[in-house]
């Protein structure tokens, strides 16, 4: 495909979305829907041996078009994205190829994946912010959670704070909580420049010499903590996976070293209720313009 191309010459459903997943059976019918409903051609998903029911909504009748699955070659030393990536460049017929997690949604001007593209077409492959979602304490403790995490998380944490993750991983506390926390964004990348995933997929490397800002109105929101079961089961998946790669740095993956210490410190169930905002104080940093209502999704999901 030629440099320029308009959406409507390429058709608008030339893109791939690139994923892993663990036990996600509480976002992966989400995260299936939202994407085929963006435009969005094929998911390529690497499973990590989910034993929760992942992997058999993956496969089913109902997403087996949409959804093409890579053979997954154990924890050890795995570089999953990349791996992801060289197959999909050298088999997949898609120009572009998104890589997010399933609690990671996309906004897009239009809630279309045509405006991510022809941003692309112009700028070369894209960098896309990414923010928390949160939502008032008072769902977390009634468990209205429960029910649709997209319906009950429309509180987006813009003022955000820069973290110390070698110092931060020890802390007993964090003040702000670590929902306030600045997090980086995820990539877009072109097939025809695209050479390599960084760490988390939150950096890449291609032929031009920098990744592009996305355009105005393009972000992920970032559903990291929903019920309580789910996130004490993403602690202990976290678990198994830094034990399975002795090789990674401390730092890396620190805020879910540092809730792997506070589970066993008894102390998990705190820090859960910590990540939601006190009732009494959402009107506040509302107006301060540290959270911003954001309903993009949820409407998304209603229509």
């Not at 030629?2 to 791939?16: I, K, L, N, T």
């Not at 820069?162 to 802390?171: I, L, W």
């Not at 996305?214 to 678990?239: N, S």
């Not at 410190?265 to 940093?285: K, M, N, S, T």
């Amino acid at each position: 495909m030629r440099v320029g191309v308009s959406s409507s010459e390429r058709g608008e459903r030339v893109a791939c979305v690139i994923t892993t997943t663990w036990d996600s059976i509480d976002l992966i019918q989400t995260f299936l829907v939202h994407y085929q409903r963006l435009g969005f051609h094929q998911v390529m998903a690497m499973d990590f041996d989910s034993t929760d029911g992942t992997r058999e909504v993956l496969a089913s009748d109902q997403w087996r078009r949409f959804v093409t699955m890579v053979p997954f070659p154990g924890l050890a030393s795995l570089d999953s994205s990349n791996l992801m990536l060289d197959i999909a460049k050298r088999t997949s017929p898609y120009q572009y190829f998104l890589f997010c997690d399933p609690d990671e949604l996309l906004v897009a001007p239009s809630m279309n994946v045509v405006t991510a593209l022809d941003a692309a077409d112009r700028s070369g492959s894209l960098s896309i912010p990414r923010f928390n979602m949160t939502a008032p304490q008072s769902i977390a403790r009634t468990g209205v959670v429960r029910g649709s995490h997209v319906a009950a998380f429309t509180l987006r944490v813009d003022r955000r704070h820069q973290r110390t993750p070698e110092q931060d991983v020890s802390n007993e506390s964090l003040e702000p909580p670590w929902i306030f926390s600045a997090i980086p964004g995820k990539v877009l990348l072109r097939r025809d420049e695209a050479v390599a995933v960084g760490d988390g997929d939150h950096v890449a490397s291609t032929t031009r010499q920098n990744l592009a800002a996305a355009p105005l109105g393009m972000y992920l929101l970032h559903y990291p903590v929903r019920q309580y079961a789910t996130f004490r089961d993403k602690i202990e998946l976290a678990r198994r996976g830094f034990a399975a790669d002795e090789t990674l740095a401390p730092s890396h993956g620190w805020q879910l070293r540092r809730w792997i210490r506070l589970a066993d410190a008894g102390r998990l169930q705190e820090e859960y209720f910590q990540q939601f905002i006190p009732d009494d104080h959402v009107d506040r940093l509302l107006s301060e313009g540290t959270l911003c209502r954001d309903e993009h999704v949820a409407r998304f999901h209603e229509s």
